[in-house]
């Protein structure tokens, strides 16, 4: 699997953390912020697991604004 830095919210949504990765469009949730970090860590990972099968990780990494160099990086501000 590829390594992918990425970009990570969280905020307090009701009762329950709230991670999210924006521009993935990716998110999940915790009772805590390292609970709702972790549980990002493993929604983002498996995103890009799925779509390394199904061969489109590097259209949907580029589509989203990340750059290729030694790995992918978060999209840089402008």
């Known amino acids: 699997m590829q390594k992918v830095n990425f970009c990570a919210e ?3 949504e009701g009762n329950v953390y ?3 990765c924006p521009e993935l469009n990716v998110s999940s949730f915790g009772e805590t912020v390292e609970e709702a970090r972790s549980s990002l860590q493993e929604a983002v990972e498996a995103f890009i697991e ?3 099968v199904m061969g489109t990780l590097e259209e949907v ?3 989203s604004g990340f750059v290729k160099e030694a790995v992918f990086g978060h ?3 402008q």
Do not use: A, N, T, Y
Request: hydrophobic share 35%; with cysteine; net charge negative.
């Open 50 to 52: 799925e779509c390394e």
């Open 75 to 77: 999209p840089q501000s």
């Open 18 to 20: 709230v991670g999210l």
């Open 10 to 12: 969280i905020f307090r």
């Open 61 to 63: 990494l580029e589509e």
